[in-house]
């Protein structure tokens, strides 16, 4: 039976999963419970051309690069998604490094908003689902933010300004969660991706097994 197990896993085709919220709301706490629990779901790392603050690693924050190094990946259309701001720092999601988890089964997982959402969507298609995460109230939302304790009140502020233009994208996601129990939405997310990786289009190993099946079939 392990053996099934083993090449069932080996001919799926991996998903990316692409999770936004209005700040605050517990995108950071439930993407990394879902990593910490599932083994076969990576973090997808960006490439910035930002340097590094202290503590953050090349290869596990960020990948850091140059300009002249992201111009290249640009006129390579190397991108899946990228944030091309000409005067502050750019950030991009390379092909290579998800589609080299993608082919072998495995699932990748963002933390992206909905504009990097949209591109992904559209190189991506079907390979991407997207999850929003709704908080139970505005009031709630602040709370959550100060009790976090890590922004300064201006911050807070400036998050708070930002939250109703987010909202105004939770229509363009696959599906839609409102974060009442930290718990529960780690659940829910648990089974959306369960859900996926049952899909057909994503079990692309299924034909041979299929067809295997038959072929004992018909010598039973
Ligand atoms: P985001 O990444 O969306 O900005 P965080 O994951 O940092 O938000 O969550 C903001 C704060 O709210 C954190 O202190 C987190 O532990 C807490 N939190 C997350 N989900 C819930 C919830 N369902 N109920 C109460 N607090 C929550």
């Avoid at 300009?67 to 750019?90: C, T």
């Avoid at 718990?183 to 190993?205: A, F, H, L, P, Y």
Wanted: proline letters at 2%; hydrophobic letters at 35%; charged letters at 35%.
């Amino acid at each position: 039976m392990d053996e099934i197990i083993t090449r069932l896993k080996k001919v799926r085709r991996g998903a990316m999963f692409i999770i936004e919220a209005p700040s605050g709301t517990g995108k950071s706490a439930v993407v990394k419970e879902i990593l910490r629990c599932d083994p076969n779901i990576k973090f997808s790392v960006s490439v910035t051309t930002r340097k590094p603050r202290e503590g953050e690693v090349d290869g596990k924050d960020y990948y850091f690069i140059d300009d002249a190094q992201y111009n290249e990946y640009l006129k390579q259309d190397a991108f899946y998604e990228y944030v091309d701001s000409q005067y502050g720092s750019r950030y991009g999601t390379l092909r290579s490094e998800v589609d080299s988890f993608i082919n072998v089964g495995e699932d990748v997982l963002f933390d992206m908003d909905w504009a990097g959402a949209r591109q992904m969507k559209a190189k991506a298609k079907d390979d991407v689902v997207t999850i929003y995460l709704l908080p139970p109230s505005i009031k709630e939302l602040r709370s959550r933010l100060e009790n976090r304790g890590t922004d300064s009140k201006e911050t807070i502020e400036k998050r708070m300004n930002l939250t109703a233009e987010k909202l105004k994208h939770w229509n363009e996601f696959d599906y839609v969660l409102v974060n009442v129990n930290l718990e529960d939405t780690i659940k829910k997310v648990q089974r959306i991706i369960s859900g996926e990786r049952m899909k057909r289009v994503r079990q692309t190993g299924l034909q041979s097994f299929v067809d295997e099946l038959l072929e004992e079939a018909k010598h039973d």
